[in-house]
């Protein structure tokens, strides 16, 4: 529909992914995660798939940010690989 | 080693990108997820068959409810998991170390606080709203039940667990995720015991004062509560076991 | 002419608000260190995000005058288009609440983790520390560029 729209989306979406499997810091990375599913939520919400774009707003950006946060504060900042 | 994992990964999206090209475009009518018989009889009999507007909850929840009770069943088998490896009762019975010194200050900040206390009730009567709406807009049960428990979680994380935990101790986490999974195969149970298949709504019209086209429709609000309920309290369970290390005290 | 004047008072209002997300988007990069930084993207970012949703809001009514004949359905179109401004509103009542909430939680968590501020005092040695630190930072940052392409 908006191709010029699309192609940064996806872009975007390739940047962070790579970015969020690169950065040592994991806490940086999960951070990156949540962008990731912001990005992608824009997508479906611009394929008007409304209520899948809402459930990953929900679940994937909002909740399992903080719980993959939680985690990252009660095990290791600093990925070892 | 490396160059042979390259060599794969380079070949297989090679062959992805290629297969693209057989793609029907987006949108099209004769792609075979727009065109097969299925999906064609929900898109015209969804308006006549379940009095729905929202096609995709009165799939989700109606013609494909099976799916959705086993989806829900493995939320709460993830939350199952995550009590059964991290609940520490403090008897040392757990072999890892203990939680991370409890760095929250004696007084939870007054700015923050506050403006939790402002803003959970609205984002909770927003959560029931869009459980509630689910039949009309984007929305539903999943979505509904996540925020739910995300406004517990909230308080989890300005207050310390804690104080969340007064509000749904580990007791009544359990009970309500359970609870969640009994009304969705409850009802699914009244529909076998009044004589059809299991999670057929309509002849709950039997026992509803309501004709069977509505029933289905009131049904799917009632299997769509039983999923809210049962992820909220999962989603809950499962942020105040990872962020305490299963002790259940202090917080991030 | 009512549009007109719809499309223009909305537009200035976003417009306005991409220019304080730039001005936050310049503060974030240019400003010494964490306590400026973090004030200029709270202050920035709430502002700007407000106006934008405001604008939008706004902009609902643009087509009020032009498609409607009686009064009756002047009231119809009317409704539906209060209703989605009134939902953008709330959601720019929300950021208002929620991001300079946000910003003071990230402020006093870098507060209570020791972080410290960037000072330029008025004696001669605390002016050297602070030169020291800058370039110090300077410093780190060109490493944390050079690394970068690996990963910090």
């Known amino acids: 529909m908006i191709p010029i729209f699309d192609i940064i989306l996806l872009v975007f979406l390739v940047v962070t992914a790579l970015i969020a499997l690169r950065v040592r810091d994991l806490l940086a990375a999960s951070m990156v995660f949540g962008i990731y599913s912001f990005l992608i939520c824009l997508l479906w919400a611009q394929m008007t798939a409304v209520d899948v774009a809402f459930t990953e707003a929900a679940v994937g950006a909002g909740v399992s940010t903080v719980i993959m946060v939680a985690t990252v504060y009660q095990t290791a900042r600093r990925s070892k690989d | 080693m490396k160059g042979l994992a390259l060599f794969a990964v380079v070949l297989t999206g090679a062959l992805l990108l290629y297969a693209t090209g057989d793609f029907p475009a987006w949108g099209s009518v004769h792609s075979p997820a727009n065109g097969g018989e299925l999906s064609s009889h929900y898109i015209e009999n969804v308006r006549t068959e379940t009095k729905v507007p929202n096609i995709v909850t009165a799939v989700l929840a109606d013609y494909r409810s099976y799916d959705t009770m086993f989806e829900t069943v493995v939320v709460f088998v993830a939350g199952i998991a995550i009590i059964a490896l991290l609940r520490d009762f403090g008897n ?67 207050n310390g667990v804690e104080v ?17 999974i009994l009304i969705y195969s409850g009802t699914g149970l009244i529909c076998l015991l009044l004589g059809e298949n299991f999670l057929d709504y309509h002849v709950l019209s039997r026992i509803l004062p309501t004709d069977p086209i509505m029933a289905r429709s009131h049904a799917i609000l009632i299997v769509e509560t039983g999923v809210a309920v049962t992820v909220a309290a999962i989603m809950f369970s499962i942020y105040a076991n990872l962020a305490t290390r299963g002790t259940l005290k202090g917080g991030l | ?66 498609e409607v004949h009686s009064l009756q359905e002047f009231l119809e179109v009317f409704k539906i288009e209060l209703l989605v401004a009134i939902k953008v509103a709330a959601i720019s009542a929300f950021i208002m609440l929620t991001s300079p909430t946000s910003t003071h939680a990230l402020m006093e968590a870098g507060y209570d983790d020791g972080v410290e501020p960037f000072t330029r005092g008025d004696d001669g040695a605390n002016d050297m520390a602070a030169e020291e630190q800058v370039q110090k930072q300077v410093q780190k940052q060109k490493q944390v560029q050079v690394q970068e392409p690996e990963g910090k």
């Open chain 3, 1 to 66: 002419m009512f549009e007109i004047a719809i499309s223009i008072v909305s537009g200035a209002l976003i417009c306005g608000g991409l220019v304080f997300f730039l001005g936050a988007a310049v503060g974030l990069v240019r400003f010494p260190d964490f306590y400026t930084r973090m004030h200029s993207a709270g202050k920035g970012d709430t502002l700007s995000t407000i106006m934008i949703l405001l604008g939008i809001a706004l902009y609902q009514f643009h087509d009020l005058v032009e």
């Open chain 2, 92 to 158: 040392g019975s757990r072999g890892y170390p203990p939680a991370l010194a409890n760095n929250l200050p004696e007084e939870p900040d007054l700015i923050i606080t506050q403006t939790c206390n402002l803003v959970i009730p609205v984002l909770q009567i927003f959560a029931l709203y869009v459980l509630a709406h689910g039949h009309y807009s984007p929305g539903g049960g999943f979505q509904g039940g996540v925020m739910l428990g995300a406004s517990y979680i909230l308080i989890a994380l300005a």
């Open chain 2, 164 to 180: 969340a935990m007064k509000a749904m101790s580990e007791r009544k986490i359990m009970l309500l995720a359970a609870t969640g």
